[in-house]
């Protein structure tokens, strides 16, 4: 078993996201650790929620909002946002967003 896990140019793991949609992908799973990459087209959103996980937010490319318990961030290529666990958060995309999403524990 390798002590890495290498994950090249994750910003363009599908590079295609159909109207109306959002694609996400499992991109490593691991003790302690997942990892997963969303696409949204624009006007998609993940509607509020919680986890029971803490988790971390990294935007890739594109724009949009992060709700963060009532407070709206703005999501643009370089944005990460670390959450508690079970903090209301939402994303939505106002143009093609590609994000990575970082479940701890």
Do not use: C
Request: net charge negative; hydrophobic share 45%.
């Amino acid at each position: 078993m390798s002590a890495y896990t290498l994950l090249p140019n994750v910003a363009q793991i599908t590079t295609e996201i159909a109207p109306d949609s959002i694609v996400s992908r499992t991109i490593y799973s691991g003790a302690g650790l997942k990892v997963i990459w969303f696409g949204f087209a624009p006007g998609q959103e993940l509607s509020e929620h919680t986890s029971t996980h803490e988790a971390v937010i990294h935007i890739l490319e594109g724009s949009g909002v992060i709700g963060l318990d009532g407070d709206e961030i703005a999501a643009a290529p370089g944005v990460v946002v670390r959450m508690d666990p079970r903090l209301p958060h939402s994303v939505v995309a106002t143009t093609e967003l590609r994000m990575l999403l970082y479940m701890l524990g």
